[in-house]
């Protein structure tokens, strides 16, 4: 099907195709009346302006940029990118700006479609999601001045604001509730190694561990997928002082270990207590239900559309915490056998 034009709605509405110019872009030159017939006409035959006239005429292109540099099918499993999209989209759609979305397999390709985006004007802006420690990304936004939010701390290498909440304080508070308890030994099943979320984690978990004079922290680093959270399970069960708890970075892994434990024979919770790292109906789906670390992702999701849109409306919104993660207790955890 052919794309209207300018010049159709022009012949339409019996104007000049500069009249349609400054109907369609807002600019003063026509009547209220003969703006108001443009625009119907324009919404009658479904004209929506091109992504090249948009780059030359310099106007925003009322989208932003979310790539996600992952494995598809490790992205698929995850219920937090969900929640966290769905509230983008709440705040975006209510400023009737659209969300675009891309899913690379690594930080070069993502640079290169955050590259492309840029040249061709068809986002205001990024959000920027699983951070490095070294993250290559972070230079090129601030090489061609993309106003950008970063899903994570704030950074000491950039003034690119970010929305963060405190990882470290959440495992800590489910570490010593574990210990609370009567745990002696506590592994963790960790996310990708590459992620600064996850060695935050991961620091946080040691560092909790060893103030509890419980010796040397058990730590196993995954993929957050299922297959690998069932992989780390057995190997903990394995080991001749198995530990009586295990923390998952996330809720896939931890409904994984429910189904390793029972293969293996080993009872939840009363051999065995788990902790998943998010909160997500599969928690409350198995039985026994998951005690996890529950947070408003959706509201994450808000906060920072908010900020990258005061960003790309050059308002200087700065970094903004949201809350902390909060132990929610279910069956899956009780203190452990004699």
């Known amino acids: 099907m052919k794309r209207p034009t300018i010049a159709e709605i022009a012949a339409r509405a019996g104007v000049s195709i500069g009249?349609?110019?400054?109907?369609?872009?807002?600019?003063?030159?026509?009547?209220?009346?003969?703006?108001?017939?443009?625009?119907?006409?324009?919404?009658e035959i479904g004209w929506r302006p091109s992504v090249a006239a948009r780059s030359l005429s310099g106007s925003r292109a009322h989208s932003v940029g979310l790539i996600i540099a992952r494995p598809a099918d490790t992205l698929g499993v995850e219920p937090f990118f969900m929640r966290f999209i769905a509230g983008l989209e709440r705040e975006?759609?209510?400023?009737?700006?659209?969300?675009?979305?891309?899913?690379?397999?690594?930080?070069?390709?993502?640079?290169?479609?955050?590259?492309?985006?840029?040249?061709?004007?068809?986002?205001?802006?990024?959000?920027?999601t699983d951070l490095w420690t070294e993250d290559a990304r972070i230079p090129v936004l601030e090489e061609l001045q993309i106003p950008a939010v970063l899903v994570g701390r704030p950074r000491p290498d950039t003034d690119i604001p970010a929305v963060w909440t405190d990882d470290a304080a959440a495992v800590v508070s489910a570490v010593d509730y574990l210990v609370a308890l009567g745990h002696r030994r506590v592994a963790r099943v960790a996310g990708l190694s590459a992620l600064e979320h996850t060695q935050v984690r991961i620091a946080a978990f040691r560092q909790a561990v060893l103030g509890h004079g419980l010796g040397e922290p058990q730590v196993v680093e995954t993929d957050y997928t299922w297959e690998e959270g069932m992989r780390a399970t057995r190997t903990l069960l394995s080991r001749r002082d198995r530990p009586t708890a295990i923390m998952f970075d996330n809720d896939v892994m931890a409904t994984a270990a429910l189904n390793v434990a029972q293969e293996m024979g080993v009872a939840v919770p009363d051999e065995l207590s788990i902790v998943a790292g998010d909160d997500s109906q599969l928690c409350v789906m198995v039985r026994p239900a998951l005690t996890a670390l529950s947070w408003d992702i959706q509201a994450y999701g808000v906060q920072t559309a908010r900020v990258l849109a005061d960003t790309i409306d050059d308002r200087s919104p700065g970094s903004r915490q949201v809350s902390t993660a909060r132990l929610v207790v279910r069956s899956s955890t009780t203190a452990p056998p004699a």
């Open 19 to 43: 009249a349609v110019s400054y109907a369609l872009n807002g600019r003063p030159g026509v009547s209220a009346e003969t703006r108001k017939l443009i625009l119907d006409i324009a919404n």
């Open 92 to 128: 975006l759609s209510g400023r009737r700006t659209a969300l675009l979305l891309q899913v690379v397999e690594d930080h070069r390709a993502a640079i290169d479609a955050m590259r492309l985006c840029w040249a061709e004007r068809r986002v205001d802006g990024m959000v920027i």
